[in-house]
């Protein structure tokens, strides 16, 4: 049976200052944190939170985290609520809602409410707690007052026996180890914490402490590398926004055998394997990943658009412009790894190069804006399925590329006395504060930096969904697209059906069906079992063998099962379409070109 882990919350009233009508600082909810059997994935926690003496007050848990933009139902893990007043006394508690719960409190001035939390799912969104170690994310951990009042929120942790450490971006509180204040409830929400015996290695910038916290190194992840690393990134973001606008930062790393980053104001927590150090490949993505959520720290967690503030923590938080906010973070992620010296001129082309191709063979870009991708992040970005790459385009594949034709297209613009660093500075000036921008001021301030309209650059790239125009951006920097490889004169270009298919125990299943490719057209289905090519047997990992044996414009049938039944579909195989957006720098390259592209790379 798993052990039982109660959150406890202690709700005391206001304070009254003599002076009539004046009244005190509200009184902080206070939690305390504890694991006595961290091996059943349950978290402990007790809180005091005032009552101001009301008969009944609403508690409620976030459905959501910000920086993972979908409803993602926190309160599913709690359990077993219950509450008592000073006296012991039980109290009645209504579940109001699906993240609610009304508690009449008799007009005690103090409540103790008490749930039990299940913390056992491995994301940078949610919680884990094991044997080893505990990471706890504001959103679906804390419950409070529904009204949201201004208030700090305190929060004491008892660390689970053999653990010694508990780390977060939260303030210390006088008192002993493991005591933090939040000021507000944002700030508790946007501080994840870590319990446990990370290994942790410190450096300075600018005076100011940073932290890699490696929780599962194994004697195999090379954290002192990584730390060195992440040195040259944060002085190279620190060399393009002018300041660092934190009094300390934090890079947790959960090599955790999983993936993803999400960002917080002055912390990062990012999931990774154990071998992501051993190879070239896998090095430069860990950092790259992390370069992505460090970015952030300036691009959405302070120069954010207007819709993502203050947040509803109930509701979805609509915006259209996560193609700035998501895309131009990538971007730049890649771009201020080569610029601190981490990777080469040909690595990063070679990145860049990929996300444009990725674009260019998804046919949703040519369905959906990057405008609407932003809108539509709620509905769809987090909830793929097999047909979203016909029907939809990524905010951070596209916006990616949108930035790096959009900074080509300033740095032409004014002979690269301006690029869009500048436009990330000016906006950051003008807009990093409680209001966050409209996409109307974005745009006016990358025009007011290029010194030009842009407006026809927006309706294309930004608005519309038609074919990006990539020719400026290659003549401003003596780029061109290498000539794809030619295929041999006997053969021709490689059979194609359009399909994507994955080995499941033998059995061979389309995964994809690319719009209007020939498998779409003659009428292939997501989850038919592909059996036989004209009444031959393919075997699951043979597929790309076999297609090989025919030429384009061959027509073959297909035999697949589709719900047990047995069908016969002919295809006319089509060529695999081209390979054409590999980056290279043109032989032909003017010395200007060359200046604006080295300006480019150096920032």
């Known amino acids: 049976m798993a052990a039982k882990c109660w959150v406890v919350l202690l709700l005391i009233p206001m304070m009254h200052a003599a002076t009539a009508g004046a009244q005190s600082a ?10 006595p059997a961290p091996q059943t994935h349950y978290v402990e926690v007790t809180a005091a939170v005032p009552t101001g003496r009301r008969a009944d007050v ?10 993972s933009y979908l409803v993602r139902e926190y309160a599913r893990n709690v359990e077993a609520v219950t509450a008592s007043g000073p006296d012991g006394r039980a109290l009645d508690v209504d579940k109001s809602k699906k993240n609610h719960w009304r508690i009449a409190t008799g007009g005690a001035p103090t409540i103790t409410v008490k749930y039990r939390l299940y913390c056992r799912e491995m994301s940078v969104r949610t919680n884990w707690v094991e044997t080893d170690f505990a990471l706890l994310n504001g959103a679906p951990t804390f419950i409070t007052l529904a009204d949201l009042a201004p208030r700090p929120h305190e929060v004491v942790i008892t660390p689970a026996s053999g653990w010694k450490r508990s780390i977060t971006a939260l303030p210390a509180m006088a008192g002993g180890d493991h005591r933090y204040r939040a000021p507000d409830y944002d700030t508790l929400v946007d501080s994840p914490i870590v319990v446990g015996n990370p290994a942790v290695y410190d450096f300075d910038v600018d005076g100011k402490k940073h932290s890699l916290v490696d929780v599962g190194e194994g004697g195999v992840f090379d954290g002192a590398r990584a730390a060195k690393d992440l040195e040259a990134v944060v002085k190279e973001d620190r060399r393009l926004w002018g300041s660092l606008p934190y009094d300390r930062y934090i890079f947790f790393n959960m090599i955790t055998e999983s993936g993803g980053g999400l960002e917080h104001k002055s912390s990062t927590v990012l999931m990774t394997n154990r071998w992501s150090t051993r190879t ?39 915006t259209r412009s996560l193609w700035i906010a998501e895309g131009f973070t990538d971007y730049y992620a890649d771009l201020q790894v080569e610029r601190a010296g981490l990777q080469t ?3 990063y082309l070679e990145d860049l190069s990929n996300t444009i191709e990725l674009l260019q063979t998804t046919p949703g870009r040519l369905v959906q ?5 932003s809108f539509d992040a709620w509905i769809k970005y987090y ?3 097999e047909n979203t790459n016909n029907t939809s385009v990524s905010y951070y594949t596209k916006g990616t590329v949108i930035a790096f034709l959009l900074d080509a297209k300033i740095r032409k613009a004014t002979s690269g006395a301006k690029s869009l660093d500048d436009v ?4 950051y000036q003008k807009f990093a504060g409680p209001k966050g921008y409209t996409p109307e001021q974005f745009r006016a301030v990358a025009e007011e930096v290029a010194g030009t309209s842009l407006k026809a650059f927006w309706e294309s790239a930004v608005e519309g969904t038609s074919e990006l125009d990539y020719a400026e951006a290659l003549a401003t920097y003596g780029l061109r697209f290498k000539p794809a490889a030619a295929a041999p004169a006997d053969r021709g270009a490689r059979p194609w059906p359009g399909v994507t298919t994955r080995n499941d125990n033998g059995r061979l299943l389309i995964t994809q069906v690319q719009r209007d490719s020939p498998a779409d057209v003659a009428g292939l289905n997501v989850d038919d079992e592909i059996l036989a090519i004209d009444d031959f047997r393919v075997r699951a990992d043979r597929f790309e ?3 090989e044996q025919y030429k384009n414009g061959d027509k073959v049938t297909f035999l697949v099962a589709r719900r047990e039944q047995l069908v016969r579909i002919p295809v006319t195989l089509g060529a695999e379409p081209p390979k054409g957006w590999r980056l290279d720098v043109s032989p032909a390259a003017a010395e200007t070109q060359r200046r604006l592209f080295e300006g480019w790379l150096k920032g």
């Open 383 to 385: 909830r793929p399925d």
């Open 545 to 547: 063998n076999r297609l």
């Open 345 to 347: 001129r040909d690595e």
């Open 26 to 35: 509200p009184e902080p909810i206070r939690y305390t944190l504890s694991f």
């Open 424 to 427: 990330m500075r000016v906006a």
């Open 58 to 67: 609403e508690l409620m848990m976030a459905v959501w985290t910000p920086g």
């Open 369 to 373: 804006s990057a405008e609407m991708a």
């Open 280 to 318: 070239r490949r896998a090095y430069l993505a860990w950092l790259q990943l992390a370069s992505h959520e460090y970015f952030h720290a300036w691009n959405i967690k302070r120069l954010r658009p207007a819709e993502l503030g203050p947040f509803d923590y109930e509701n979805e938080n609509v």
